[in-house]
């Protein structure tokens, strides 16, 4: 059974930090990118970061661009999302997903075969 687990989630206030994990199961990993959404309350589902199998390759969104970091550890099955400088207009919650095959990476949810539960993330002071 293919399973992503986000975990890392917290209220933290603006200026803060945050690393979120997303650990897979039931697939292989190494082939597939893996990308990171998230949606605020009233909002509509946004991707944010993505890497390719490897890790040489990753996208941003321009709303996370120079603050966020995506990175990947195929040997532990687990992908990262490392979020510096948080803004109240980041708070959502976040979901990894894995890539349909052809994709080296996306932003696009409709390029998205399998999601994870979420995990919330507030920022707030």
């Known amino acids: 059974q293919v399973q992503l687990v986000e975990s890392g989630g917290d209220l933290v206030q603006p200026g803060g930090s945050l690393r979120l994990s997303c650990v897979t199961s039931g697939f292989t990993l190494d082939n597939y990118a893996i990308t990171w959404f998230r949606q605020a309350p009233g909002k509509e589902r946004e991707g944010i970061s993505s890497i390719s199998r490897s890790g040489a390759i990753t996208a941003y969104a321009d709303s996370v661009k120079g603050r966020f970091t995506i990175s990947r550890d195929n040997s532990k099955n687990t992908v990262y999302l490392q979020m510096n400088n948080l803004k109240p207009e980041d708070t959502a919650v976040y979901y990894c997903?894995?890539?349909?095959?052809?994709?080296?990476?996306?932003?696009?949810?409709?390029?998205?075969?399998?999601w994870g539960q979420g995990t919330q993330v507030t920022v707030s002071s």
């Open positions: 997903a894995k890539a349909k095959t052809v994709f080296t990476t996306t932003l696009l949810s409709g390029n998205i075969d399998t």
